[in-house]
């Protein structure tokens, strides 16, 4: 029995062209989409509760509100930890500029960690899917919040977070597809480019920001 050598981490340039090379293998059509964006760059974030602090800053925000509110918020002294971010007021952490709900998200995944309810270590035990069930299995954590999380805390290969915007009107234009497609169509998109589903989802970041001529649009 062979066995095959772990695949690179996308963290960077060369782990990410080691999976877009087998990704196009696998799927011709993304080679013109890759000649156009190029390499996209390597987005890899602090784990566990910092990590998903900063993903839940920038959910429903543009690029630029969610830096400088998170810029703000990781001087809070105690913000990055879940037991001592228990310990701040409400009016400390909506000053940076967070919402009462955002406050009240990461107030309810501090909880569960403290609890021993949330172990973010115990991802790397599980396949995407069973990752991705986990997290959501915790309030305050939807499907976009973990796939995202898996992708550029975990580094996890293979996710590719469906319910983006940005992600499938790309994948709409790198494809030519007629009409935009729905998440459970891009779903299904999206299970032939396994393995490298991460990878998928960085090019077409990438392209969606060739689209907009613009950078940044990445978490």
């Not at 566990?48 to 630029?64: E, T």
């Not at 990781?74 to 409400?90: H, I, Q, S």
């Not at 709409?172 to 597809?177: I, K």
């Not at 009409?179 to 990438?206: C, D, N, Y």
């Amino acid at each position: 029995m062979t066995i095959l050598p772990p695949s690179p981490r996308l963290d960077s340039a060369a782990g990410i062209d080691w999976h877009l090379d087998r990704l196009v293998a696998l799927d011709p059509r993304l080679a013109s989409v890759r000649a156009l964006t190029g390499t996209p760059e390597p987005r890899i974030n602090a784990v566990g509760f910092p990590g998903i602090a900063k993903i839940v800053v920038g959910q429903q925000v543009s690029v630029a509100s969610a830096r400088a509110i998170w810029g703000r918020f990781e001087l809070l002294e105690g913000a990055l930890d879940p037991v001592r971010y228990l310990g701040l007021e409400e009016a400390q952490v909506r000053a940076v500029g967070f919402s009462a709900g955002k406050f009240r998200t990461l107030r309810v995944i501090a909880e569960a960690m403290v609890a021993g309810q949330l172990d973010f270590d115990h991802l790397e035990t599980l396949t995407a899917e069973a990752a991705v069930a986990y997290l959501v299995a915790h309030k305050g954590i939807g499907p976009w919040t973990a796939e995202v999380y898996l992708m550029f805390c975990a580094g996890h290969p293979d996710v590719f977070p469906a319910g983006d915007l940005a992600l499938l009107k790309a994948v709409q234009s790198g494809l030519g597809l007629d009409e935009r497609p729905t998440i459970k169509q891009m779903v299904e998109l999206a299970k032939p480019w396994s393995p490298h589903r991460s990878a998928a989802a960085l090019l077409f970041w990438r392209l969606f920001a060739v689209m907009r001529d613009k950078e940044g649009i990445l978490p």
